[in-house]
């Protein structure tokens, strides 16, 4: 099994920045990917960005490219998220997921942190 515990998120007015953390325990060597989804009240839960072990394969939702980056401490066993220039439909639940062998929606997600409120003020 594995753990995640999230951490970050906040009330922010639009523009400013907000940094993600989540932190993995357990049988971490058995993760692939690790990333972040969001969701709106009313929306599907939909995937953000992701990151494979090695840092070598990194994805991002068209609509936060630029603006989101994502990276990992692998001697943390920790992802960050960080979010600059954040806009009002950037506000959402976000949680954190790990994956065994791929990330692409949240059906393949195989543990979840228990998500962090990101509220963006215009």
């Known amino acids: 099994q594995v753990q995640l515990v999230e951490s970050g998120g906040g009330l922010v007015q639009a523009g400013g920045s907000l940094r993600l953390s989540c932190a993995a325990s357990?049988?971490?060597?058995?993760?692939?990917?690790m990333g972040w989804f969001r969701q709106a009240p009313g929306k599907e839960r939909e995937l953000v960005t992701k990151?494979?072990?090695?840092?070598?394969?990194?994805y991002y939702i068209d609509s936060v490219k630029g603006r989101f980056t994502i990276s990992r401490d692998n001697a943390k066993n920790t992802v960050y998220l960080q979010m600059n220039s954040l806009k009002p439909e950037d506000t959402a639940v976000y949680y954190c997921?790990?994956?065994?062998?791929?990330?692409?929606?949240?059906?393949?997600?195989?543990?979840w942190g228990q998500g962090t409120q990101v509220t963006v003020s215009s």
């Open positions: 997921a790990a994956a065994r062998v791929r990330l692409g929606s949240a059906y393949e997600a195989d543990y």
């Open positions: 357990g049988r971490t060597f058995s993760i692939a990917y």
């Open positions: 990151i494979n072990w090695s840092g070598s394969t990194i």
